[in-house]
């Protein structure tokens, strides 16, 4: 096995934050979920988002207790075969990587189509694919760089983005006196039928908290900062799409389109509130924030790839890091490549961008509900391991896979239109050849599952030695 070393406590807390919340893009939300949610729930689609997070919080709860434990790169996978075996760890990472290709596809679509948006002001327009290179090509060099470059670039962004947003939403509650709007609140016409609709798009908005723990590696003071950053960046995501939502209801309301029917409702939504100069900066701003997007995924995605590169899983050279910038520059390039092919080959096929994204952001989801189930039945059993599993942890990860049933069972029934009904089937395809690979990994390595677990047992070891008063490290984790 491979161990090249990534470039260590190089990032802070807010660091490994930023990193969590521009993969959940809380603009993203704002800038084109939101409608999708309204068209759902109407007015009450603040509570869905409400509802989202805390079920979500359920499994943040989980993942916290490897976190707060233990960590290294790519630390889900490595969570998951700490509690349920290297094979059903490699699932796990199979599956996030399929889901942050996904959100990086959507981010470089969502970068096109704002960038467009500002090219259309000055009367310019280029071609997709270009801006998709654009993209996708700043994102792989920061991230291959320096992993700090592409934190503090998401930082300010999606900083820049959200008080763009927030700016706006002042006003519109300014012009409106900040009177509460009952309608919001009016139980009478709370859509009970479409609830659990309306959580499985808000949890969907929400995805993306776990790549905190991708960065195991390069944290400082990993054990307090990486679970900090799981908890807040879930917490500041959900509050923020609960009161966006409401002012965006409330803002459109009386115009001659409903909220579900508006392609830029931010835009629109500056154009009422009489500011539609604010529109221009929106739309920069939903710009590099949809680039932040995708600069977190190729990060969060290739610590992933190099952290199964170094168990030998994917080829050797997957774990390399670079010998001056200490990045997984390999694993980096391969997340870029796969980042552009992806929108190229669907836009050459005649899929607008808006069409790539909206797919691409339902075939992610997929893959974020998986490693999600994995880890939160992991938890206990990891627990009962170390001799600390008490009945609320029970408690809690049978609380979590029930919430986790509504968006399994929510994106599949009823059945959607044309092409989305075949999204799942897509991903099943995908989970099987990599099931079919982990197989035949561990036909070709009969021997490399003690490794693994001999490595994971060592990288425990380090962090128990390093707190004395934690409970002694785990036995021989359960082979595959």
Known sequence: MANIPLKANCLGFMGVLAQAIALISPTMTAALIVPVMYSNTGDWSWLSYALGTVMLLFVAYNLNQFASRSTTSGSMYA???????????????????????????????????????????IGLHLPPILLFAICVGISWYCAWKNVQLSAMLMLVFEAISVALILLLCAIVLGQHHFAIDSAQFDVAKLPWSSVGLGVVVAIFSLVGFECATAFGDEAKDPLKTIPRAVTVSLIISGAFFVFVTYVEVLGV???????????????????????????????????????????????????????????????????????????????????????????????????????????????????????????????????RRLGEQRPVDLVMAAAAIVLLLIPTVGSVIPVPAPPVNYFPYAYVVYLLIGIAWILSFHVRKPTAVGQINNDLELNHARFTRQAPSAAPALGEAKAA
């Open 79 to 121: 969570y998951i075969c700490r509690g349920l075996g290297v094979t059903a760890g490699a699932i796990g990472g199979w599956s996030l990587i399929w889901a942050y290709l996904g959100i990086s596809v959507a981010g470089a679509t969502g970068f096109t189509i704002f960038a467009d948006t500002l090219l259309k002001m």
């Open 253 to 383: 309301r009386g115009y001659s389109q409903t909220l579900d029917q508006l392609d830029t409702p931010l835009n629109t939504l500056s154009t009422l509130a009489h500011v539609p100069l604010l529109s221009i900066p929106l739309s920069f701003g939903a710009m590099v924030s949809f680039f932040a997007l995708n600069c977190s995924c190729v990060n969060a995605g290739s610590r992933v790839i190099y952290a199964m590169g170094r168990h030998g899983i994917f080829h050797e050279a997957t774990a390399d890091a670079h010998e001056v910038n200490e990045t997984p520059h390999v694993a980096v390039t391969t997340m870029a490549l796969i980042s552009f092919s992806l929108p190229t080959i669907a836009a050459l096929g005649g899929l607008a961008p808006l069409d790539i994204f909206n797919y691409a952001g339902t075939l992610a989801a997929f893959g974020f509900i998986t490693p999600y189930c994995l880890i939160t039945v992991a938890a206990p059993v990891y627990l």
